[in-house]
C-alpha cells in the first residue's frame, strides 16, 4: 500500500510541475533558513559546555550600590577563591584568573604577542582542557612554568617538542613549558593562548598580596559537589564579604557557567537575560519562515481542491477510507519536504560562507554526528505533517457523490481560510521589515550622536617595553611630530573605548556618606584633550609647563552633576587617601557603551613609566598610508623587541555596535527570504486564481473590458489581503521595536518612516507577483477560452 501511495504520490508531483517547483523552492529556502539559524543558535547554546564539569561550576560576581543601582560584574578579589575553598563543603575547587590580556612571548628569534592569563593550579583542574602533551596534575605547581596551546607552540616550535623547553615573557622571565593543551573552541567565553601560575603574578606584580576585599581584580570561577546545593551555597556565603571586611556593603552571587555567555546581563543585582535575548528572536525568525512556506503548500493544496476532487471520488467510491487519503497526502507532503530538504541542504552549504564571514564564527554542518541527522528527520516530519495537515484533512473530506457529480469550489470555509494564511504570511513579513527599519534607524542614530572626542584618525599604541620609560616615549613624541606623521601625542592609563577600572573611594564636602558613587578613574598625559579632540569645560587639563600636578585631578561633566559641585575648579576632594584638588572639567565622552549614559570619572595625572597606551593623532595634512608607515618605522627603531601594535579608535569603536548590526542584517536578510517566500505562494494563487477565472475574464472582454479593468479585477483581493496584513502588523512591529528600544538610554524614537516603507514594499511585490501573471491573462485572446463552449 505504501510503495503504491508513493507512486500516486511521486505521479501527482510530475504532473503538476509547476506548482512542485514553486512548493519545493519555497520549502527549500524556508528550510535552509531555518536551518542556517538554528546552527546558530545551537552553537551560541553550547558556549562553555563542553567541560566535563561545566553544570556545577560558577562564575563568582560582586554586586555593589553604586550610583542609585546596584552594579553586578565578574571581578572579585583575590582573596576570594582560598576562602570558599577552605571554609564552604560545598564548595569542591575555586580558582583565581587574571583576564587574558596580550603579552609577548618568545623563543629564540621568534616574538609572538598572544592573550595569556595567570590562574592557580585548579583552574586547569575545574576546566578539564584536553592536554596533548604533559600532565595536568603536574602542571603549575612550580613558579615560571607555562602552558601553550596547540597553535602557539606550533608557531614558537614547529614540529618539535616543547616540553621544557624555555620561553621568555615580555623579554624578563624565563618560563619552562609543562604542557601542551587543545586549541580553545570558538565558542568558548575564555579565550586565551597559554597560561602561567598564579605566583607567577604575585611575582611581578606586588601589589596583588597588598590588596583587600574591596579590591575586585580577577576573575573567580567555583565547582560546587552538586548543582542543586547552589540555594543552599548561596545563602552561606550572603554577607561574605562583610564578615571580611567592615563598612562594605558588597555581595557576592554565584552565576552558573553555562548562562555566562547568554544571560549576560544584571539588575538589582540578578541575571535578567542578554543575548538569550537575540537568541530566541532568531528562534521565532526560523519557525516563522518554515511556517511561512508550509503555509505556501498548504494554500496551494486547497486551491487546487478541485483538481484532486474526482480522484477523491473515485477512490472514496471504491473503497478508500478516509485514513488512507491523509497518509496519502500526508506522504505527498513529506515527499515535497524532503525533495526540499536536499535542495536546502545545497543553499546552505553556498550561503554557510557568507553568514560565516558575517557572524565571524566557523559554522559548519556536521555530517558524521547522528544527532544532527536525528534533528534533521524531526524537522523534516515536522514541515512534512505541518504543511500536510490542512491539506488533508480538508481534501479528504469531500464525498464522492457530489465530486463526481460535479465539484464546484464555494466561497465558503477553504477560501476564507486560504486568505487567512495569505494574510498570516504578510503579517510576518511587513513586521520584519518595520523592525528591520528601526533597528537601522537606532544603529545610524547611535552613530551619528556625538561622542564627546573625534574618533577618527586617532591611533592608540600599547605602551610595552622599552615605550614604558620617560626617556624612550619623550623620543617618540618628538619624533613622531618631528616627522610630521602626527599633530600630537599624549598617554593614557587604558583604551579610550574600553571599560573597568572603577572607584568608589571619593569623597568631598557635602557627600551624603549613606551614598555609594561609583567613578571610572583614568591616568592620562599632557595634551590629552587635544589629541583626541576633547574641550574642556571649566579650567584647565594636565600640561607640561605644570609639572606640579601630582595631586591634582580632572572630572568630567558626568561627576560634576552627580557631586553637585557649583564652581567645583579649586575644591578640595579625598581620593583615596589622598587630598586632591579639581583642576578642571573635561567634556564627557564616550568610553563604554554608546548606548549608556556617560559614567561619572576621575583623571589623574599618569607618570611616563606606569604603561598604558600612547594616543597619535594623524596629521590631517599628510597622506595616512605614508604617515603610518613612519610611525612603525619609529616604533620599531625605539622598540625593536615588541611587534608594533597599533590601532585606530574608529575600528574599535566600529565593535560595540557589532551585535545590533548582526541583528539588523540577519533580520534584512531573512525578512527579505520571508518576502520572497510569502511572493511564491501569491504567485502560487495568482496562477490558479487566472485558471479558474480565464472564461470569465474572456467574457468580460468580449464585452468591452480593457486590459486595466481586468489588471484591477485580479489585483484587487490580493491587494486587500496584503492591506488587512499590514493593518494586523503596525501595533504588533510598534510593541516589538518599543520593548527592543526600551534597553537603551539612547535612543530613537520610532518614526512613520519604516511603517510607509513596509507598506509601500509589501504592496509592491504583491502587485509585481501577481501581475506577472495577471497580464498574461489580461491579454490572451478570448477565443482560446471560449472556443469549446
Excluded at 579649586?570 to 581620593?575: L, S
Excluded at 618605522?633 to 590601532?647: E, T
Aim: aromatic share 10%.
Amino acid at each position: 500500500m505504501f510503495r503504491l501511495n508513493l507512486k500516486i504520490a511521486l505521479r501527482n508531483l510530475w504532473k503538476n510541475k509547476g506548482f512542485t517547483l514553486i512548493n519545493v523552492g519555497g520549502l527549500a529556502i524556508g528550510l535552509a533558513s531555518c536551518m542556517i539559524l538554528l546552527l546558530y543558535v545551537a552553537y551560541e547554546w553550547s558556549y562553555d559546555k563542553q567541560f566535563k564539569n561545566y553544570n556545577t561550576t560558577y562564575v563568582a560576581y560582586t554586586n555593589m550600590a553604586a550610583n542609585g543601582k546596584i552594579n553586578s560584574w565578574a571581578w572579585t578579589p583575590g582573596l576570594l577563591a582560598p576562602e570558599l575553598k577552605e571554609k564552604y563543603s560545598g564548595v569542591v575547587d575555586a580558582a583565581r584568573s587574571s583576564y587574558p590580556y596580550q603579552q609577548l612571548i618568545s623563543y629564540k628569534d621568534i616574538k609572538i604577542k598572544n592573550r595569556g592569563i595567570f590562574a592557580d593550579p585548579a583552574f586547569i583542574r575545574i576546566f578539564d582542557y584536553d592536554f596533548l602533551r604533559g600532565s595536568a596534575s603536574q602542571s603549575m605547581q612550580k613558579v615560571n612554568t607555562v602552558i601553550l596551546t596547540k597553535s602557539l607552540a606550533f608557531k614558537l616550535f614547529g614540529d618539535e617538542n616543547p616540553i621544557n623547553k624555555v620561553v621568555k615573557l615580555d623579554n624578563k622571565d624565563g618560563l619552562t613549558v609543562e604542557g601542551v593543551i587543545a586549541d580553545l573552541p570558538d565558542n568558548s567565553s575564555l579565550k586565551f593562548d597559554y597560561i602561567m601560575p598564579w605566583k607567577l603574578f604575585e611575582k611581578r606584580e606586588k601589589w596583588i598580596k597588598e590588596q583587600g576585599w574591596t579590591s575586585n581584580f580577577c576573575l573567580t570561577v567555583v565547582q560546587l559537589q552538586r548543582s542543586e546545593i547552589l540555594d543552599q551555597t548561596s545563602a552561606a556565603i550572603k554577607g561574605l564579604y562583610q564578615r571580611n571586611e567592615k563598612g562594605t556593603s558588597n555581595e557576592l552571587l554565584l552565576h552558573p557557567l553555562s548562562k555566562w555567555h547568554l544571560y549576560n546581563e544584571f539588575e538589582n543585582g540578578k541575571s535578567v537575560g542578554g543575548k538569550i535575548d537575540q537568541l530566541q528572536i532568531f528562534l521565532i525568525l526560523a519557525f516563522c519562515i518554515l511556517l511561512i512556506a508550509c503555509v505556501n503548500f498548504m494554500n496551494l493544496s486547497t486551491a487546487r481542491s478541485q483538481k484532486r476532487a474526482k480522484e477523491v471520488g473515485v477512490r472514496k467510491a471504491i473503497g478508500s477510507t478516509r485514513k488512507s487519503l491523509i497518509s496519502q497526502f500526508m506522504l505527498e507532503s513529506t515527499l515535497l519536504a524532503m525533495i526540499g530538504t536536499v535542495v536546502a541542504f545545497i543553499l546552505v552549504e553556498i550561503w554557510l560562507p557568507y553568514f560565516n564571514v558575517l557572524l565571524n564564527i566557523n559554522l559548519t554542518i556536521q555530517y558524521s554526528d547522528w544527532r544532527n541527522w536525528l534533528a534533521l528527520v524531526g524537522l523534516v516530519l515536522f514541515t512534512g505533517i505541518l504543511a500536510g495537515s490542512y491539506p488533508a484533512f480538508y481534501l479528504s473530506t469531500f464525498e464522492p457523490i457530489q465530486v463526481l457529480k460535479g465539484f464546484s469550489i464555494k466561497s465558503g470555509s477553504s477560501l476564507s481560510i486560504r486568505k487567512f494564511l495569505v494574510v498570516f504570511q504578510f503579517v510576518f513579513a511587513v513586521c520584519l521589515i518595520i523592525c528591520t527599519g528601526v533597528i537601522y534607524q537606532q544603529l545610524s542614530y547611535i552613530k551619528n550622536k556625538s561622542v564627546g572626542y573625534n574618533k577618527g584618525n586617532l591611533i592608540q599604541l600599547a605602551a610595552v617595553g622599552n615605550l614604558k620609560t620617560s626617556q624612550k616615549l619623550d623620543l617618540l613624541k618628538s619624533q613622531l611630530i618631528k616627522s610630521g606623521a602626527a599633530k600630537s601625542v599624549s598617554l593614557l592609563s587604558m583604551n579610550i573605548d574600553e571599560g573597568g577600572n572603577n572607584t568608589s573611594d571619593i569623597s568631598w564636602q557635602g557627600k551624603n556618606s549613606k551614598e555609594s558613587v561609583l567613578f571610572n578613574q583614568r591616568g592620562i598625559g599632557d595634551e590629552f584633550v587635544e589629541t583626541i579632540g576633547s574641550s574642556m569645560i571649566a579650567g584647565r587639563a594636565f600640561a607640561a609647563e605644570f609639572p606640579g600636578d601630582s595631586n591634582k585631578v580632572v572630572l568630567n561633566e558626568a561627576a560634576i552633576k552627580i557631586m553637585a559641585l557649583k564652581n567645583p575648579v579649586g575644591k578640595v576632594i579625598n581620593y583615596g587617601e589622598n587630598r586632591c584638588t579639581i583642576i578642571g572639567v573635561m567634556k564627557d565622552f564616550t568610553a563604554e557603551s554608546p548606548y549608556q549614559k556617560v559614567a561619572p570619572t576621575i583623571f589623574n595625572r599618569i607618570y611616563k613609566d606606569d604603561g598604558g597606551v600612547v594616543l597619535i593623532r594623524l596629521n590631517e595634512t599628510q597622506d595616512i598610508s605614508s604617515s603610518l608607515n613612519k610611525i612603525d618605522a619609529i616604533v620599531k627603531d625605539l622598540n625593536p623587541d615588541y611587534p608594533v601594535d597599533r590601532k585606530f579608535v574608529s575600528d574599535s569603536f566600529e565593535e560595540k555596535f557589532r551585535s545590533e548590526k548582526l541583528l539588523g542584517t540577519l533580520s534584512n536578510w531573512f525578512g527579505g527570504f520571508a518576502i520572497f517566500i510569502s511572493a511564491l505562494g501569491l504567485l502560487g494563487l495568482a496562477l490558479f486564481m487566472a485558471e479558474q477565472r480565464k472564461k470569465e475574464i474572456s467574457i468580460r472582454k468580449v464585452l468591452g473590458a480593457s486590459t486595466r479593468n481586468i489588471l484591477t479585477l485580479l489585483n484587487k483581493d490580493f491587494i486587500k489581503l496584503v492591506a488587512i496584513a499590514n493593518v494586523i502588523a503596525f501595533p504588533l512591529a510598534y510593541i516589538a521595536s518599543n520593548r527592543w528600544l526600551s534597553a537603551f538610554e539612547y535612543r530613537v524614537s520610532i518614526s512613520a518612516l519604516p511603517f510607509i516603507t513596509a507598506v509601500g514594499l509589501s504592496v509592491l511585490i504583491a502587485i509585481l507577483t501577481v501581475s506577472i501573471q495577471s497580464i498574461k491573462v489580461a491579454k490572451a485572446n478570448p477565443v482560446d477560452a471560449l472556443k469549446y463552449e
